[in-house]
């Protein structure tokens, strides 16, 4: 059974950093596109990052304060969170897709995590 789990999240003030990670099943990580996406209150799930075996996309909300990153060895993707702003707040989930198409949206990834809270206080 293919299980994410994320861990790492909690409350910062702006400006403040926290580091995500997501530990994944052995067999499955390797072959997989690694996405974080967020969702706040009343909002949709909106993409963050993704990372292939070599690339990395970002939104433009994040680019130049997040950096994903993943260790093969230890089938774990991190998301490294960097001059927090409290519109960053939401409840952060890792998920992992079969390719590279579409991984702006949800629907390209089929296995997610239960999400871990981000709060960051003004």
């Known amino acids: 059974q293919v299980q994410l789990v994320e861990s790492g999240g909690g409350l910062v003030q702006a400006g403040g950093s926290l580091r995500l990670s997501c530990a994944t099943s052995?067999?499955?990580?390797?072959?997989?596109?690694m996405g974080w996406f967020r969702q706040a209150p009343g909002k949709e799930r909106e993409f963050v990052a993704a990372i292939s075996w070599s690339t990395t996309v970002y939104a433009d909300s994040v680019q130049g304060r997040f950096m994903i990153s993943r260790d093969n060895a230890k089938n774990t993707v991190y998301l490294q969170m960097n001059s927090l702003k409290p519109e960053d707040t939401a409840v952060y989930y890792c998920?992992?897709?079969?390719?590279?198409?579409?991984?702006?949206?949800?629907?390209?990834?089929?296995?997610w995590g239960q999400g871990t809270q981000v709060t960051v206080s003004s």
């Open positions: 052995g067999r499955f990580f390797s072959s997989r596109i």
């Open positions: 998920a992992a897709a079969p390719s590279t198409l579409g991984i702006r949206s949800p629907s390209a990834y089929n296995y």
